[in-house]
Each structure stands twice: as C-alpha cells, then as structure tokens.
C-alpha cells in the first residue's frame, strides 16, 4: 500500500510574527519622518533657526539643571530699516540671514543655542563660566558684525546685544525673566544708555511690560483704549 502523505496547512505564525516588526518598523520610521516635518517648519526659514518658543524652552530647562552658568543673549541688528530702504529687502534679508548663521555657529559651538526672536533680533541660550561672560559676548559682536558681502554690496552691520546671567538674578526668575533682562539690557546697549558689555541686573529682568512689550518697543506708546 502506497506512503501517505498528509499534507498540512502552512502555519501563520511565522508569517504574523514576521510581519509585526515590519509593521512597527514603518511605523517609527513614519514617525520619525512627521516629526523632521514639524521642526523644519518651527525653523525660520530665513535662518533655519528655532523660534522664540524653543528658545524659551531651553532656557527653562538650563535653568532648573544649570543655574550657576546659565547666559541668555538678546542680539539685535541696528539700521535694518535703512538697509530695506535704501537697498531693498532682499539685501535686508541677505543681512538677517548671515547674522542668523553667525549667532547659531556661535552657541552651537560652545553647546548653546540660538533661536530668532522675530524681526531684526536674536537670542541665544548658553552654558558658560561667569569669569568668560565679558570675553565671549565681546568675541560674538566682533563676529556679528563682519562684514556681509551681497551681490556686490558690502554691509557692515552693527549689533548690540544684552546679556542676563541666571546667577545675577533670583533663585525665581526663569526663562520669561531671563529673556526680558537680556532683552532690556540690548535696548540700555542700543540707546547708548549703557556701554556694550552691560550685563542685566534684577531691575532689567522685573521691569514692567507695556501693553505686553518692553518698554520702548514701537506701540508702547499707545493709550490704554
């Protein structure tokens, strides 16, 4: 009598456990894909910088790990409204990116980082010993303010830029503190009111806000309606 032969149905098992990292896989990989997606469009695409939400994000984090060596930069680009006047906005642009990718290599190489505030300003979150506060903003403007080369047209920025060390400041003050006494320090800077080099002191940090802005930003003047 003939062997038989049974023949029996190909098990599914293998197949299922095959397919479940496959499918996990993809699934992180798309993941990873959607979230590169959200930060390139958080990024200025001027600079490729952050935004002031990222900034302000890091600021807070360094604060609570970091306190002691904490430095938050508020940089701005003066005469931009000249630039765009009297040479067009594409040089203007041309200014704000170059200064954009000066500030970013800056922090990036002492482990920092940079974001743009909006406008003609920027700010930078960074770790550095309170003995090289003086030595390093100093290094930044000089760097900052290189010329600019644009089809022909030769800018040579001026930047002023506030600084506010956490140390200075009360155990309290986190990264909206921080930010308003960099950012109140670069206005005392630009206005000649303070030499460059001023550090922010708790004043800078706590003072009032107007209808939201720093006092001396444009539409602070405004009424109350």
Not at 30 to 42: G, H
Not at 79 to 99: E, R
């Amino acid at each position: 009598m003939p062997a038989t032969t049974v023949l029996r149905p190909r098990s599914r098992t293998l197949i299922v456990a095959a397919t479940v990292p496959l499918a996990l896989a993809a699934l992180l990989a798309d993941d990873v894909r959607v979230r590169r997606q959200l930060d390139a469009a958080r990024k200025d695409p001027l600079t490729g910088l952050p935004g002031r939400d990222a900034l302000t994000h890091r600021t807070e984090r360094l604060a609570r790990t970091h306190r002691e060596q904490l430095h938050v930069l508020v940089a701005d680009a003066d005469g931009l409204k000249t630039v765009n006047d009297s040479l067009g906005h594409a040089v203007g642009d041309a200014l704000i990116a170059a200064i954009g990718h000066r500030i970013g290599a800056w922090a990036a190489a002492r482990g920092g980082f940079a974001a743009r505030l909006g406008g003609d300003e920027f700010g930078a979150a960074l770790l550095l010993p309170p003995t090289a506060t003086l030595r390093e903003t100093a290094a930044l403007r000089e760097q900052l303010e290189q010329p600019v080369d644009h089809n022909g047209h030769i800018l040579c920025p001026a930047v002023s830029i506030g600084t506010a060390r956490a140390v200075d400041l009360p155990d309290a003050a986190g990264a909206s503190r921080l930010l308003r006494g960099a950012d109140m320090a670069m206005y005392r800077v630009k206005t000649g009111e303070q030499p460059h080099g001023y550090l922010a002191t708790r004043h800078d940090a706590y003072t009032p806000t107007v209808h939201g802005r720093r006092p001396g930003r444009p539409g602070t003047h405004l009424p109350v309606g």
